[in-house]
């Protein structure tokens, strides 16, 4: 048994209510603070090839919510004035990052928002007050949310967040301590991600691509080539835009739910599971688009959250390393293997592998040597 700090986010929704346009006028000035920002780097940038940090950045905006022009900024509260610059900040710095070094950070820098569009703020110490049960005070308005589940820990930071589908939620962000049990099963495994199987293990369990995912995926098909068909601007297009972002919620709705499940499933079952290390942009490649509506990388997050708190240690294997093509068997390397292979016979020992279930004992053998953690 052990202790350990972990960050963890609550979320819940708030009580669906007029007083919720109180939320719409604050994301709206968060906003305009946004794309004046924007528009001040981008002229800054142009005329001294320089760039403005966030700490220069909020002093300037502090000296302008002085200014009769800009007093209504003040209506969002110096704390989410600050968020808004903070995250301006962030982007810069990763597409900095990107022109650095282009497997990482954002390809372009942050770009100018529509009001509409401009989802979340977010406050720290001050602006906030949770009051017993499921009642906050948000910049001096009550709100109830509901509460489906006990919040554990210290909370750090406050998120309001408004969805493309006309929900709101707030977001508790927490320091807690958990208790981490020992190692309990001695079981070790090695997965294998894939498009026919959503995954295979090496103990040879296939976990197909749920059904309704794919019925799904249809839906937001249809919903997409419905709004392309809506003239702009249209009463229509809202509509057909807004059944988009329901299809597309729901989907990630029922996604996260089965993601949690497998992943707990899972981390019950083994104390150490051995993953590749995924690059989507080559899987990308390599199978097409498909790859990305199975958001494997989703699901290695929720699994290394969840091993976290299992005690599960999961380590990746190399990305090069050929899992596919050597014989789990005894080592030989085949050449020439072709994705539509799904099953190949060894040249040297002769046995015979089902391909996916080769790779991921070919991913435990190799996690277990290198023992590099995910
Ligand atoms: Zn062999």
């Not at 406050?123 to 017993?132: F, I, Y």
């Not at 989703?298 to 990746?316: C, D, N, P």
């Not at 292979?341 to 040297?348: H, I």
Request: net charge positive; aromatic share 12%; proline share 2%.
């Amino acid at each position: 048994m052990k202790y350990l700090n972990v960050v963890q986010n609550y979320k819940y929704r708030l009580y669906d209510s007029k007083r919720n346009r109180f939320i719409d006028a604050k994301l709206k000035i968060a906003a305009e603070i946004w794309n004046h920002c924007i528009a001040l780097l981008r002229m800054y940038y142009r005329m001294t090839g320089k760039y403005i940090s966030p700490n220069r950045m909020k002093v300037y905006v502090t000296r302008l919510k002085a200014r009769t022009k800009y007093t209504h900024w003040n209506e969002l509260g110096s704390q989410a004035i600050q968020d808004v610059v903070e995250r301006i900040g962030r982007s810069y710095e990763a597409f900095f990052n990107h022109i650095k070094d282009k497997k990482n950070g954002r390809k372009a820098p942050p770009k100018f928002k529509k009001a509409s569009n401009y989802s979340s703020f977010t406050l720290k110490q001050a602006g906030w007050k949770l009051h017993d049960d499921n009642h906050i005070t948000l910049m001096g308005k009550d709100f109830r949310f509901i509460k489906h589940r006990e919040m554990d820990g210290i909370i750090k930071t406050v998120t309001v967040k408004r969805t493309s589908t006309g929900k709101y939620f707030v977001i508790f962000c927490v320091e807690r301590t958990i208790v981490v049990p020992d190692a309990r099963t001695g079981n070790a495994v090695g997965l294998d991600f894939g498009l026919k199987s959503f995954l295979t293990t090496s103990n040879n369990d296939k976990i197909p691509s749920p059904e309704w995912y794919k019925n799904a995926l249809t839906d937001i098909r249809a919903a997409h080539k419905n709004l392309s068909h809506k003239v702009k601007g249209s009463n229509n297009r809202r509509r057909a835009k807004r059944e988009l972002a329901l299809c597309y919620e729901y989907v990630s709705n029922i996604r996260e739910d089965w993601f949690y499940k497998l992943a707990i499933d899972l981390v019950k079952q083994y104390d150490i599971i051995c993953i590749e290390d995924l690059n989507i942009d080559a899987m990308k490649r390599l199978w097409g688009r498909k790859i990305s509506d199975l958001a494997f990388s989703e699901f290695v997050s929720i699994l290394k959250w969840e091993a976290l708190k299992h005690g599960t240690q999961v380590y990746k294997v190399d990305r090069f390393y050929p899992s596919s093509k050597t014989c789990s068997c005894c080592g030989y390397v085949k050449h020439g293997l072709v994705l539509k292979d799904r099953s190949w016979r060894c040249p040297n020992c002769g046995k015979e592998l089902d391909r996916d279930v080769n790779a991921a004992i070919n991913i435990l053998t190799e996690g277990l040597k290198s023992k590099v953690p995910a």
